[in-house]
Structures are given as structure tokens and as C-alpha cells.
């Protein structure tokens, strides 16, 4: 088994590269683990999150290539493949998931003020759901403010806290390590994957029930 938790240990590349990754290769490369869960009770017990478990050999191969390449501490050698995204550098990539066709959920526990994820955000012309935790930052809450302004739809979900990164369409979703901020994209060693098929129907439902369980932003921010 090779896994990089940010729970259990933080990685730097002569770059500066944090490592606040979760992905897990088991089985002799044949299969992997990739989500947004932390390795720690609440993770497991508590909180929101979603893991996907694959079996796809040359992905698992790129997940042991990334674990070897912040081991020694040197930048990736190689570009990963799809459905594998990593950062630093993910910002583009997560944007053009938001703006596929269609209507767009989006969990997220930091919603930091990222330019190219803002523009995408704005570009659905409020076809988008957001949800966030109660707990989010000030800061974030009056990001989250001026995207509803733009006519976004913006809920505060309490229980349970929401650690998940998820962007939903209809076409393909996204989980990862990925938070919006400046530091998750474009500093940190961050591992995502794209999914497609029937795993967005559950994530549909999941979602849906989620945002049942939230309340409105408000206007004090």
C-alpha cells in the first residue's frame, strides 16, 4: 500500500509544493482510492466527504509516479491522465467542469476569491448551486455574497460538516483534495479525478438531500 493522507503527513518538493492530498494505491498498482477524506475519525464518522475507488491500471500507475516524484521532493515529470488532475495548476481544468451545459452543483468546504473560478461561476448565469459549511471564513461568505448577487444560489449546510470538494454537472463530476483557494490550486499538491456514468445519479441524490438540509446564505455579509 502507498498513500500520501494530508492527516498523517505533509510533503514539500523543492518547489514549496505542500502535499494536502488523499489517495490511496493498494494491491499492487491494481487498484487506487482518490477523495476528499482525511484519514481521521471525523472523517469517517462526521463529516461529508466522497472517496472513488478504481481499478484503472494506468492511473494507478500515475498516482505511484506522484507519491515517488514528492517522495524525493522534485516536481512531477509528467503530466498526469485523464481522469486523474492535479495541482498545483488545476484551476483551468476545474473551471471547465463548472461551465459544461447544463445546471451545476458545487460542495465545497473554502471558497476562497479565485479568479478563474469565479468567471466560470458567473458565466452559468445562475444556473448553480453552492454549498458550503456553516463554519466557512468571513472572507469566503462575502465571496459566496457577491456570486449570489450574480445570481448563484448559495446554502450553509451545518450537519454534517462538509469537507467535500464536489463539482457536479451533468455530463461529468469532480472530487478531490481541491479546495477554491489560491494555495490548493495553484501552490499545493492537490489529487483529483473526474467521473462520468452512473455515479452522478448518486451523487445527484446525495447532493439534493444535502441541500435540503441547508439554509439560505442571508444578506449580513
Not at 515517488?68 to 515529470?77: I, N
Not at 466560470?120 to 448577487?149: C, M, N, Y
Not at 441524490?205 to 455579509?221: N, V
Request: aromatic residues 8%; charged residues 30%.
Amino acid at each position: 500500500m502507498r498513500a500520501w493522507p494530508s492527516a498523517t503527513r505533509h510533503g514539500a518538493s523543492r518547489g514549496g509544493t505542500c502535499s494536502t492530498t488523499k489517495y490511496i494505491v493498494v494491491d499492487g498498482g491494481r487498484r487506487y482510492l482518490v477523495g476528499t477524506a482525511n484519514f481521521t475519525h471525523s472523517a469517517f464518522r462526521r463529516n461529508r466527504e466522497y472517496l472513488w475507488i478504481g481499478d484503472d491500471r494506468r492511473a494507478s500507475a500515475a498516482l505511484d509516479a506522484v507519491f515517488d516524484d514528492d517522495w524525493r521532493g522534485r516536481h512531477l515529470r509528467r503530466p498526469l491522465p485523464p481522469p486523474l488532475i492535479a495541482s498545483p495548476g488545476s484551476a483551468r481544468a476545474l473551471a471547465a467542469i463548472i461551465r459544461q451545459p447544463g445546471p451545476v452543483e458545487i460542495e465545497s468546504e473554502k471558497f476562497d476569491d479565485v479568479a478563474t473560478i469565479e468567471r466560470a461561476v458567473r458565466a452559468k448565469h445562475g444556473d448553480i448551486r453552492i454549498l458550503v459549511p456553516t463554519r466557512e471564513s468571513r472572507h469566503d461568505l462575502r465571496v459566496l455574497a457577491g456570486l449570489e448577487q450574480a445570481g448563484a444560489r448559495v446554502r450553509l449546510l451545518r450537519r454534517p460538516y462538509l469537507h467535500a470538494k464536489l463539482i457536479l454537472g451533468r455530463g461529468e463530476a469532480f472530487i478531490g483534495s481541491q479546495n477554491f483557494s489560491e494555495s490548493s490550486l495553484y501552490r499545493n499538491r492537490e489529487i483529483g479525478l473526474v467521473m462520468q456514468g452512473p455515479a452522478l445519479a448518486r451523487l445527484a441524490a446525495r447532493f439534493d438531500r444535502d441541500w435540503d438540509r441547508g439554509r439560505p446564505l442571508g444578506r449580513r455579509y
